[in-house]
């Protein structure tokens, strides 16, 4: 089993910047190979942002945020960040930390294995 908590979440006005954390604890055999962020608005699908693969620390976003956000790993390999800069109101939603065992990258939410609880992210304009 692993748990996973996010914290960092808040409100900022647009042009603003967050840092989300997702820490994970427990295990599993074999241990998860990415963290993923994922978000969901009001009314619109759960959507992947970034991942991070734990083993060589390889990065990959969506293109609505790329250039903005920055996802990086501990050196634990434990607590996945999400630096958000130049945030806009069309990154208001619930963001939500994600793994997944396998390593080939994958933005459809069925095939991550835990989730945490997520945390808010409201931008104003």
């Known amino acids: 089993q692993v748990q996973l908590v996010e914290s960092g979440g808040g409100s900022v006005q647009a042009g603003g910047s967050l840092r989300l954390s997702c820490a994970a604890s427990g295990h599993t055999t074999p241990p998860p190979c990415l963290m993923t962020w994922f978000r969901q608005a009001p009314g619109k699908e759960r959507e992947g942002v970034a991942v991070i693969d734990r083993g060589d620390r390889f990065t990959y976003y969506d293109d609505s945020v790329k250039g903005r956000f920055t996802i990086s790993l501990d050196d634990p390999k434990t607590t996945a960040y999400l630096q958000m800069n130049n945030l806009t109101p069309e990154d208001t939603a619930m963001y939500y930390c994600?793994?997944?065992?396998?390593?080939?990258?994958?933005?459809?939410?069925?095939?991550?294995?835990?989730w945490g609880q997520g945390t808010q992210v409201t931008v104003s304009s």
């Open positions: 994600a793994t997944r065992k396998w390593c080939n990258l994958s933005w459809r939410a069925s095939d991550y294995d835990y």
